[in-house]
């Protein structure tokens, strides 16, 4: 059996036992719903952390720029795959006919695609620059093609986790209002 018809046939058989049990359903939903919150709510807090303490403290008493590049290369995959993971998870936790399923889908993806998009694709093109540069960026001048080609990576890579931030927030906050909604309804 395929992944799809997989699937199919798992959401055929939520419906039957939620038709079957309204209440049931309304728990199942608030729970995965709730589910989502605290695992996005704690992958947005590590993300978050990283980019207002961690990342900024290590530039700030590290000897070098490279180490603080160094220390904070080996802390970043670690955000970004929990990303993929949890908004895998967070995909998973909304299943059709939930409450705000639409949002938290998007949100979800959202948070998925701009981790994939740092570690899977800008990641690795700052690992092989890093090789061609050698192990200090600061002894390039500032015109220098291959130092401005790091400056251009660093920003996509900032960007594609703030956009996975956002759309964490957006999933996070869709789930929040689901619980909400499903509450309002008791």
């Avoid at 690992?127 to 130092?147: F, K, M, W, Y």
């Amino acid at each position: 059996m395929g992944a799809t018809a997989a699937a199919v046939s798992a959401a055929k058989k939520r419906n039957e036992r939620d038709a079957a049990d309204p209440v049931g359903a309304v728990a199942r939903n608030q729970g995965r719903a709730l589910a989502s919150v605290i695992l996005l709510g704690l992958w947005g807090g590590a993300a978050l952390l990283v980019v207002t303490t961690v990342a900024p403290a290590a530039f700030r008493v590290l000897p070098t720029r490279a180490l603080a590049g160094a220390l904070v290369g080996q802390v970043l995959p670690v955000v970004f795959v929990l990303g993929i993971v949890i908004g895998m998870v967070s995909v998973a936790l909304a299943p059709a006919g939930a409450p705000r399923m639409l949002a938290r889908r998007i949100g979800a993806f959202g948070t998925i695609i701009g981790c994939l998009l740092a570690q899977g694709i800008i990641a690795p093109k700052i690992a092989a620059l890093r090789v061609q540069i050698g192990p200090d960026i600061e002894a390039l001048a500032t015109t220098d093609p291959l130092r401005m080609e790091f400056g251009r990576l660093h920003g996509f890579s900032v960007l594609a986790l703030g956009v996975a931030m956002l759309f964490a927030l957006v999933a996070l906050v869709s789930a929040v209002l689901a619980i909400r909604d499903a509450r309002a309804t008791d």
